[in-house]
């Protein structure tokens, strides 16, 4: 691993968002069979799944100038990981397919109002000359996170049930939120 050189802000930042990015590994390369499961088709997996990206594109490019519009974007950050709490939530309850459909709207939502927060609030820490770095270091965790998440969820789901996935998943993005809200403001 190469010597750490990222200040405090982006290492409190680094280290929420790997925990996110790692809750939501433990289900995503699930999706499809979790559809199936509650009596949704490949197909239909592949529609619910794109029209969480669609929402959360399409929000985002709204979205930006309100949100350049907030000051304490860090805020908007621990917003997208409780609206995630929600979602997460919602799946450890799903029955039906409109339920799927308006879950992942809201995941659409929230992921409209915390990733551009993200990038912004870690851009704003981040040094012209060390910028590779620092990026590269988040990227590298995330997906080092993603791919454990990904083994760790496949052992859960086969031996526990989806339920205590979604559960774990919503409890972690709860945590997120309130320790972001909780910071003092100076530390992002």
Avoid at 68 to 79: G, H, N
Avoid at 126 to 147: F, N, R
């Amino acid at each position: 691993m190469p010597k750490t050189r990222l200040n405090n802000s982006l290492r409190v930042l680094v280290a929420s968002n790997t925990v996110m990015v790692f809750a939501i590994g433990l289900f995503a390369p699930f999706y499809a069979v979790f559809v199936k499961n509650i009596g949704g088709s490949l197909v239909f997996a592949g529609f619910s799944w794109s029209l969480l990206y669609i929402v959360s594109g399409v929000l985002i490019l709204l979205f930006t100038k309100w949100e350049l519009k907030v000051k304490e974007q860090e805020l908007l950050l621990a917003l997208g990981y409780v609206l995630r709490g929600f979602v997460f939530l919602s799946y450890a309850f799903m029955d039906n397919m409109t339920q799927l459909i308006l879950t992942q709207v809201v995941w659409g939502i929230a992921a409209a109002i915390g990733t551009p927060a993200f990038d912004s609030v870690y851009s704003s820490h981040v040094s012209q000359d060390k910028s590779i770095m620092q990026w590269g270091q988040w990227e590298g965790l995330a997906a080092i996170a993603t791919g454990t998440a990904a083994l760790i969820g496949g052992i859960l789901i086969e031996n526990f049930g989806y339920e205590i996935i979604f559960m774990v998943m919503a409890g972690i993005s709860f945590l997120l939120g309130a320790y972001i809200w909780r910071l003092p403001r100076d530390v992002l």
